[in-house]
């Protein structure tokens, strides 16, 4: 069902050269080239980038640019195409759980004594232990991206060849119930970065309370086999309020760290405020109204 | 019933219900977390070692507990860096020692430091608190191609190929100079393996605490006494007033390089001279902010004053405005330039006797030598420190005042061998 023109009817005129699943591998390569700057600075922050930090700042450029690779090639060799994307995507896995792994042992005092091994200022205060899923989350969509759905909103993807998958929901519901997770590691990472303050500057309730709203819409709309128009409408108006929380978000994160003056210090934009963190609230509504579009193959005769 | 023959369509509800377990579970955490907002990592409060098995850990537990202890309340120790990561060398290492089947260095080195704080290393290695500190002292014999082409390299060292043994430190003989110059000027003391500086002078073992490395209390060390007193004048200045008052409320684990001033509303050694703050850079370079060397004994403008000023006034102007600011810094460069020209007229009265061989050539052998030293060395830099510093007492009764005192003596002294040479 191409849900944004239940929406929007008159975005049926418009021709779309490309399909859903090559806006969203599209979206999958910026994220993973954003990433890479994103992860660097963010990495940056200790002064010095030791081995393990340079995993995903190494890996983030060279998989955006084999999906682009992936992408062109997919009209000659489609089946190449397939398990480069599908070998990155799986990389990007291992390399978020990975990463996870990391700042967990970051948050985490192995030796301290039983019951003071973690803490929630503990989590507040170590490397943001949900920032490496969000690799796991693009590889998970990139994976759910590659294969075709045949025939659409059906939940059977075609594997290389003549067979075939029946997935638990289709591919729609399945990246409605993605971008939920998406919305809901978003907002728990902000939560946890914004409680190193005590919460009363009053726009730190804004990411929290757009992202726990487009976190369970989301999921919700994932449980319904034919959501309503209105559904739809929440959905949509949902994920523009996580991009507007996304622009807001880095707008005040650069405020912040710039001078009482308004002067740009580097150091501060690296120890500061991540300004590009809140982009990622705008990252996941635009997968989520991705998500929307015709998930029916462009023709292209 | 409806009945379902894939196994995938089956696992739907599992599907939904681990969502909204994880929907649910989500809400306690973020609830959790902004009830918890705003509290600081108490590490002190966990010993964050109790139940290692690191050997080195057990062995010390009973060997030397105070620095287990310490150890166990750093944030180093809770970021899991182990003993071994700093300590631990390779066979031949130099400066290295056999313990416990192992070889370590007893106190490591800026090059095992540099492994994770490569940059602040590096500026160290850029600044006064360098070689140039080390040399003062003990002089450069001894110093090899590398450590010599170092020093060559920093901006504001100095750089004299072939200085020589500090005259004082040389006169009261090495028993005393471990406890006496050393113990400050070895900050920049080059190690065996080439290496210089000791992080730990400022850094104090092993705690690594910033609160501690963020008072003054810890460049008091040093930076006390007669020679520059900038302690004592820190602690009578309106920063300090403010520090001793209410410095107990400021915070002192604010993340480095994102200090403002609700961290710190009135400066400290540290927010003038290293930390970020403002539109100035945090840097371990110390001098990187100064306009003038007013430890010589005739002050003269730094090779980059003017942008060193820009970056000092950076950290000025987030409480001053620029007016405020021109001023204070028109008015102390005026100070300085008086200071000087106490310094120049006792240099002309010393310099007479010297061109009449009226002074031996040994140093320190005689009470002139000690006067004429003192004035600059004590009266001269406490003045101007007291200046800039803004300890009016300081620059008064402890300084300028002393300064004319002294100039005083030294005419009495000089027309007296002029007078006995015959000379007057």
Not at chain 1, 269 to 290: C, E, K, N, S, T
Not at chain 2, 77 to 91: I, L, R, T
Not at chain 2, 348 to 365: H, M, R, V
Request: glycine content about 8%; hydrophobic content about 45%.
């Amino acid at each position: 069902m191409y849900h944004l023109a239940a929406i929007f009817p008159g975005i049926r005129r418009i021709p779309v050269p490309f399909s859903r699943d090559q806006v969203m591998m599209l979206m999958l390569s910026l994220n993973f080239l954003l990433l890479s700057v994103e992860t660097y600075l963010a990495h940056l922050v200790s002064g010095t980038i030791v081995i393990n930090e340079w995993i995903p700042i190494l890996f983030s450029p060279a998989a955006g640019v084999v999906l682009l690779l992936a992408g062109i090639l997919s009209f000659r060799k489609r089946n190449l195409a397939v398990i480069l994307a599908n070998l990155v995507f799986i990389a990007s896995i291992v390399v978020g759980l990975l990463g996870a792994y990391f700042h967990l042992m970051r948050a985490i005092l192995p030796d301290a004594p039983a019951g003071q091994q973690a803490s929630i200022p503990l989590f507040i205060w170590a490397p943001p232990i949900l920032a490496p899923l969000v690799y796991v989350l693009i590889g998970w969509i990139g994976v759910s991206t590659v294969w075709t759905e045949e025939p659409a909103d059906s939940g059977k993807l075609v594997l290389n060849g003549e067979k075939t998958i029946q997935m638990p929901f289709s591919k729609t519901r399945a990246f409605f119930f993605l971008t939920s997770i998406g919305c809901l590691s978003t907002v728990i990472s902000s939560v946890l970065d914004h409680s190193r303050t005590d919460f009363s500057n009053a726009w730190l309730w804004v990411p929290t309370i757009v992202g726990i709203f487009a976190a369970t819409v989301a999921f919700v709309l994932g449980l319904y086999e034919n959501p309503t128009r209105a559904d739809l409408i929440t959905y949509f108006c949902a994920m523009v309020l996580m991009i507007l929380t996304g622009v807001m978000g880095l707008y005040l994160h650069i405020q912040i760290d710039l001078t009482s003056r308004g002067e740009v210090v580097v150091e501060r934009l690296i120890q500061g405020a991540p300004f590009m963190a809140p982009m990622l609230f705008a990252d996941i509504g635009a997968i989520g109204i991705i998500a929307l579009l015709n998930p029916e193959k462009v023709s292209r005769e | 019933m409806e009945k379902s023959n894939n196994p995938m369509r089956a696992s739907r509800t599992l599907i939904i219900g681990v969502m909204a377990v994880l929907l649910t579970l989500s809400l306690v955490l973020i609830i959790q977390a902004v009830t918890q907002s705003g509290e600081p990592v108490e590490t002190e409060e966990v010993d964050v070692l109790a139940n290692s098995t690191n050997k080195c850990v057990l062995c010390h537990r009973d060997e030397s507990p105070g620095i287990v202890k310490q150890y166990s309340d750093s944030t180093m120790a809770a970021a899991e860096v182990a003993c071994e990561d700093c300590h631990e060398v390779q066979e031949g290492y130099p400066g290295s020692v056999a313990h416990a089947g192992t070889n370590v260095l007893a106190s490591p080195t800026t090059a095992k430091c540099t492994t994770c704080h490569e940059k602040q290393v590096a500026e160290f290695n850029q600044s006064r608190h360098g070689l140039p500190a080390y040399i003062a002292v003990e002089g450069t014999e001894g110093l090899s191609q590398d450590l010599m082409a170092l020093y060559e390299q920093i901006p504001e060292g100095g750089y004299a190929p072939d200085k020589s043994r500090n005259a004082i430190a040389a006169l009261e003989g090495d028993a005393l100079t471990g406890f006496t110059c050393s113990a400050c000027h070895n900050i920049g003391k080059p190690a065996e393996d080439g290496s210089v500086g000791q992080c730990q002078m400022c850094h104090l073992r092993h705690e690594f605490s910033l609160e501690q490395v963020r008072k003054p209390e810890t460049c008091n060390f040093c930076h006390i006494g007669p020679d520059h007193p900038q302690y004592e004048i820190y602690t009578e200045s309106p920063h300090g007033i403010a520090y001793h008052t209410m410095g107990y409320e400021w915070n002192w684990e604010a993340e480095p390089g994102t200090l403002t001033v609700e961290d710190f509303p009135a400066a400290t050694c540290a927010i003038c001279h290293i930390s970020g703050f403002g539109a100035t850079a945090s840097s371990h370079d110390v001098g990187e902010r100064l306009s003038w060397y007013l430890f010589a004994p005739i002050s003269s403008k730094r090779p980059a004053w003017e942008e060193n000023t820009g970056r000092m006034q950076g950290v000025c102007i987030e409480c001053h405005n620029q007016n405020f600011i021109n001023d204070f810094y028109q008015s102390a460069d005026l100070a300085t330039e008086r200071v000087n020209e106490l310094v120049v007229e006792s240099d002309q009265i010393y310099g007479e006797l010297k061109e009449n061989q009226l002074l031996t050539d040994a140093p320190f052998d005689e009470p002139i030598d000690y006067e004429y030293f003192e004035l600059w060395h004590h009266w001269g830099r406490t003045t101007k420190f007291g200046v800039w510093m803004q300890g009016p007492d300081y620059s008064q009764w402890h300084g300028a005042y002393e300064v004319l005192h002294s100039l005083a003596e030294l005419r009495e002294m000089a027309a007296q061998k002029l007078a006995e040479a015959g000379l007057e």
